[in-house]
């Protein structure tokens, strides 16, 4: 999610300075692409760009449609499709096979629900979000775009409709917040057809990271470099400090006991205990095990560190769920090969994201499917 955060930020910057600015977003994929639905990236009127909806092909084209779109201060949507080879709007025989809807969103300064503010409440919040896009296939109709934002509870805020619109919004959010799932829908209102996408917006993954030695730090750049937020507990100043870890990384002193204490815990929050001290990994590992939201639990060491914790815990009363069992790791990582701090880092980075996607972390060539899913691609037709 760090893109959101970049574009946040530019935007911040071009509305102080005046400049004026539009905001791309991809709101639906048919076939192959880079990007999926819920890409984006802000155009300023200087043609800079911040973001990116594809691998670098799309956006030479999207530069001067968006500089279009803020000319003539008007919503605009444009259809890229990847598979006509002949195309010489964005280049010939690209090989992604995908028709690609994008949507351009000029944005007004003095609306403070415009989507770049909307945005900005999205990244505030620290709990999964429903993002409302609004649009038409028919471009020669109105191009609504991004109207609002809908948290787990269906309380909503933007630019709110009219009640039965609404009430269909909130009826495709609630599926999407459940499903995890993004959702495209179809709806008809005074004979004309119109079309939705609800985004699911998953707050970053918070990566707690136990131990602050010399391979925590590589860990926590690469957990950074990812846009996950970062912490970093351990029981030595001299070990946890803001001189060892990167400006953004959270960094507390703490004995093992007290871990949690200063941690609020999420469905994202993955642990990995990494300390290379037996007994402070082990006291961490007592207090996780009561914590049934906590997805991931990594121990890096040899199995027979995991056995050995696992006799010891037997021996103090602790019974290992079933549950317990299933998110606990040991030995950490996805097996290739790792050898340095930054291969182990890596391979333990992959393996959380492979739990949290519910993915095999198989290659890629052994999938018979397509990438991306697409049975969740479809645009569902509901009644208004």
């Not at 959101?4 to 791309?24: D, H, K, M, P």
């Not at 509870?153 to 933007?158: E, R, T």
């Given at each position: 999610m760090r893109e959101l955060e970049f574009i946040s930020a530019q935007y911040e910057n071009l509305r102080s300075q005046g400049t004026g600015c539009v905001l791309a977003t991809v709101v639906h994929v048919e076939g192959s692409s880079y990007r999926r639905a819920g890409a984006r990236m802000l155009v300023d009127e200087f043609g800079n760009i911040t973001g990116?909806?594809?691998?670098?092909?799309?956006?030479?084209?999207?530069?001067?449609?968006?500089?279009?779109?803020?000319?003539?201060?008007?919503?605009?949507?444009?259809?890229?499709?990847?598979?006509?080879?002949?195309?010489?709007?964005?280049?010939?025989?690209?090989?992604?096979?995908?028709?690609?809807?994008?949507?351009?969103?000029?944005?007004?300064?003095?609306?403070?629900?415009?989507?770049?503010?909307?945005?900005?409440?999205?990244?505030?919040?620290?709990?999964?979000?429903?993002?409302?896009?609004?649009?038409?296939?028919?471009?020669?109709?109105?191009?609504?775009?991004?109207?609002?934002?809908?948290?787990?509870?269906?309380?909503?805020?933007?630019?709110?409709?009219?009640?039965?619109?609404?009430?269909?919004?909130?009826?495709?959010?609630?599926?999407?917040?459940?499903?995890?799932?993004s959702h495209f829908a179809e709806f008809s209102i005074e004979g004309e057809t119109r079309n939705l996408f609800i985004q699911n917006y998953q707050p970053p993954v918070k990566l707690i990271i136990v131990g602050a030695g010399n391979d925590a730090q590589i860990l926590a750049q690469q957990g950074d470099l990812l846009g996950w937020e970062v912490i970093v507990t351990d029981g030595r100043p001299t070990h946890a400090n803001k001189e060892r870890f990167t400006s953004s990384c959270q960094v507390i002193v703490t004995k093992p006991e007290q871990t949690l204490e200063n941690i609020q815990i999420d469905q994202r929050s993955c642990f990995v205990l990494m300390s290379h001290n037996y007994n402070y990994d082990l006291a961490v590992l007592k207090l996780l095990l009561a914590e049934e939201q906590i997805p991931y639990i990594g121990i890096l060491g040899p199995m027979k560190k995991y056995q050995r914790m696992q006799n010891d815990l037997n021996t103090e009363g602790f019974e290992l769920t079933e549950e317990n069992l299933r998110k606990i790791h040991a030995p950490i990582g996805l097996e290739i090969g790792a050898e340095t701090p930054a291969e182990i880092g890596l391979s333990i980075l992959a393996e959380i994201q492979s739990v949290l996607t519910q993915t095999s972390a198989r290659p890629l060539r052994e999938k018979s499917e397509p990438i991306h899913e697409k049975k969740n691609n479809q645009f569902n037709e509901v009644k208004v």
């Amino acid at each position: 999610m760090r893109e959101l955060e970049f574009i946040s930020a530019q935007y911040e910057n071009l509305r102080s300075q005046g400049t004026g600015c539009v905001l791309a977003t991809v709101v639906h994929v048919e076939g192959s692409s880079y990007r999926r639905a819920g890409a984006r990236m802000l155009v300023d009127e200087f043609g800079n760009i911040t973001g990116a909806i594809s691998g670098g092909c799309l956006e030479g084209d999207a530069l001067r449609k968006a500089l279009h779109a803020l000319h003539q201060q008007k919503n605009k949507l444009i259809t890229y499709d990847t598979s006509d080879e002949d195309d010489a709007v964005i280049g010939a025989q690209l090989g992604c096979n995908g028709v690609i809807q994008v949507i351009f969103e000029p944005l007004d300064y003095q609306d403070n629900l415009n989507p770049c503010e909307l945005l900005k409440s999205v990244i505030a919040q620290k709990h999964p979000l429903a993002i409302a896009v609004q649009f038409n296939l028919d471009r020669s109709k109105e191009q609504t775009g991004t109207v609002l934002l809908i948290d787990e509870n269906l309380k909503y805020y933007g630019k709110q409709p009219e009640k039965e619109l609404l009430d269909l919004i909130l009826e495709q959010a609630q599926l999407t917040l459940a499903n995890k799932r993004s959702h495209f829908a179809e709806f008809s209102i005074e004979g004309e057809t119109r079309n939705l996408f609800i985004q699911n917006y998953q707050p970053p993954v918070k990566l707690i990271i136990v131990g602050a030695g010399n391979d925590a730090q590589i860990l926590a750049q690469q957990g950074d470099l990812l846009g996950w937020e970062v912490i970093v507990t351990d029981g030595r100043p001299t070990h946890a400090n803001k001189e060892r870890f990167t400006s953004s990384c959270q960094v507390i002193v703490t004995k093992p006991e007290q871990t949690l204490e200063n941690i609020q815990i999420d469905q994202r929050s993955c642990f990995v205990l990494m300390s290379h001290n037996y007994n402070y990994d082990l006291a961490v590992l007592k207090l996780l095990l009561a914590e049934e939201q906590i997805p991931y639990i990594g121990i890096l060491g040899p199995m027979k560190k995991y056995q050995r914790m696992q006799n010891d815990l037997n021996t103090e009363g602790f019974e290992l769920t079933e549950e317990n069992l299933r998110k606990i790791h040991a030995p950490i990582g996805l097996e290739i090969g790792a050898e340095t701090p930054a291969e182990i880092g890596l391979s333990i980075l992959a393996e959380i994201q492979s739990v949290l996607t519910q993915t095999s972390a198989r290659p890629l060539r052994e999938k018979s499917e397509p990438i991306h899913e697409k049975k969740n691609n479809q645009f569902n037709e509901v009644k208004v």
